[in-house]
């Protein structure tokens, strides 16, 4: 692998037992899709049709698979056995730092499923892109509301540049954002049809709450981030 064309963001799970677990997540720099996750032997439920998110434009003759399950199945697989509650130290290795926590599985599992989705080329999660670049593990629920409203407005100076409609009421983000709860919902049904346990799915929720979190600031008018702007 051509390191100088990819960035690489590796996490490490440490548990009490001694087992630890690590993972590579490398992105194209160019394209920021992801380049190393899709496993060899894909499983039944990671099949396009199997549970289809509501809202997804794919079809079967083109993508006979769905590009997030793919990706996510050997995460699923090493997580499908444990709960989302149990303890661990993880740590998240960038090019430009190393961020550590104790914290439990499932706030590990969020951030490396969030980056891993937004990477995945789906048609719908590919807004999350640009973040994925810069990416911040274990971000609060203000941390990333104001990631993601900074980066919606930043596409709108771009799309202004451009010669385009650059949207600075942030009219279209609701829709969006309603979009990216769906595939969360189809990728919870995927996840449970194979966990054992619950820490899988409990970290797509925790992406998902904070969709919805994002969605009800937006239509808030963003209030809830004007104190840091007097």
């Known amino acids: 692998m051509d390191r100088n064309n990819h960035y690489v963001i590796r996490y490490e799970f440490s548990f009490h037992s001694g087992n630890q677990q690590e993972f590579e997540v490398v992105l194209d720099k160019a394209t920021l899709s992801l380049v190393n996750f899709s496993c060899k032997s894909k499983p039944d439920w ?52 190393t961020y550590s926590k ?6 590990g599992l969020y951030s490396i499923l969030g980056i891993v989705m937004a990477t995945s080329d ?38 202004h540049k451009r010669g385009g409609q650059p949207d600075l009421e942030m ?14 919902t189809g990728i ?21 709450s904070f969709s919805k ?3 009800m600031a937006i239509e808030d008018r963003l209030s809830s981030l004007e104190y840091l702007f007097p």
């Open 46 to 97: 990671t099949k396009l049709l199997h549970k289809q998110c509501s809202c997804c434009s794919l079809s079967e003759d083109r993508h006979p698979y769905c590009p997030i399950a793919v990706n996510i199945a050997e995460l699923v697989d090493n997580f499908k056995g444990r709960l989302s509650t149990e303890k661990c130290r993880v740590k998240c290795v960038t090019p430009e730092r």
């Open 102 to 107: 104790d914290t439990r599985v499932q706030e």
């Open 122 to 159: 789906c048609p719908v999660m590919n807004f999350y892109k640009p973040m994925a670049r810069f990416h911040l593990p274990f971000s609060t629920a203000e941390e990333t509301l104001f990631r993601s409203a900074s980066v919606y407005l930043l596409q709108q100076y771009f799309e």
């Open 171 to 184: 009219a279209h983000l609701s829709s969006r954002l309603q979009m990216v709860q769906d595939v969360n």
């Open 188 to 208: 919870i049904a995927r996840i449970r049809s194979v966990s054992v346990k619950d820490a899988d799915a409990n970290a797509v929720i925790i992406l998902d």
């Open 213 to 215: 979190l994002l969605e």
